[in-house]
């Protein structure tokens, strides 16, 4: 793997503690693995959320249109990692797919350096700001031999405007943590969420004001999509169509989600249609990947604030005629937590997928 923009970043440190810092449009999110002669374990975590969004819609830390409120993220951060009690200092932080620019490129077996040559001349072709304003990452994220007997590599191309790392790292520093390294999240997602496993999947992150597809084959991600219509839709919904203020619309949809009978009924009409969009995103996105490279999607994970919509799983299942599961990095081995922590780690574990994600970045 080549990194560019992560190797200004990224330095060798010894094993130790590791945050994963989870910046999304209305909330961050922080947790911190500790690894240890038995593995890796959460040894702390903590969430900010704001909501004014709800009644405000361009009231939000992070938007589509690429806007980072530093100085405000900067004290919620602070503010966050103070009441959290988080002890390490060393942060990797996710990038959201909306403020990076991605490609699956396939070309001839070569060397990493040629890789590293190519690269910049693909970058030009496919990535529409110059490129000397942009900073690079590449993955190679599989092989094969084509019809006509060539060795072939796919190359899973990422570039991030150099101004939004700098935005970064000037927000990590006001809030006194050290930023190491930045990372796509989707990839956090997968690390998290995937591991060894081969399996042809489908991860659906559901945000606030988006929602994105991850198509991911022997382990690494291999095409991403994304819909922009995400939880906050599904909240408007049921406020302009029962006419409560958004506060309540959001507590009837937590509570209730496509569960409701009768009365409640109305909550599951309000939702569907923009729900629909969403999981027809996920079909486009399977139906695609068959279409180019003859493999099947074989389940879908949720993620995301998505999960916590009642009767989801369901509902998607039916739909795309696919096993679908809610995400839950710590409902396996690979991370051990307190015990005290057992009646909300399926909770936990699902809101702070790409946050436990970025922790293992540094300690696997």
Known sequence: MQT????????????????????????????????????LRLSNYGLLESYGHLERFNDAIQTSSLKLLGKETAEMLKLLIKKSKIKTKRAIASIPLFAAF?????????????????MQFQA?????????????????????TDEKGFSKQQIFLISIPNDTIGRYKDIFNSAGLNLEAIELENISLTR??????????????????????????????KAVHQSDYGGGNLTQAIAG?????????????????????????ELSTLMTPFLDVIINEVRRAANSYFEKYARKVERVIISGGGVAL????????????????????????????????????????SSFSVALGLAMKELI
């Open 124 to 144: 030009r072709q496919y990535i529409p700001l110059p490129i000397n304003e942009m900073a690079l990452e590449w993955i190679k994220v599989g092989e094969y």
């Open 192 to 221: 998290a969420l995937i591991g060894g496993d081969l399996t042809p999947t489908a991860i659906l992150d559901i945000g606030c004001r988006a929602s994105s597809v991850s198509i991911v084959d022997g382990g690494f991600v």
């Open 241 to 265: 169509g029962l006419r409560v203020n958004p506060k309540r619309a959001e507590e009837l949809k937590r509570q209730r989600g496509l569960l409701g009978t009768r009365g409640e009924y």
């Open 310 to 349: 009642p009767g989801i799983v369901e509902y998607a299942e039916r739909q795309l005629g696919l096993p679908v599961i809610k995400s839950n990095p710590l409902a396996g081995s690979r991370i051990a937590y307190s015990q005290e922590l057992t009646p909300l780690i399926e909770g936990l574990g």
């Open 4 to 39: 560019t923009f992560l190797s200004k970043l990224i330095k060798k440190f010894s094993p130790g503690a590791y945050l994963g810092v989870d910046i999304g449009t209305t909330s961050i999110k922080v947790a911190e693995l500790l690894k240890t002669p038995k593995g």
């Open 102 to 118: 991605t490609i699956l490129l396939e070309v001839p077996s070569m060397s990493s350096e040629e890789i590293t040559q190519s």
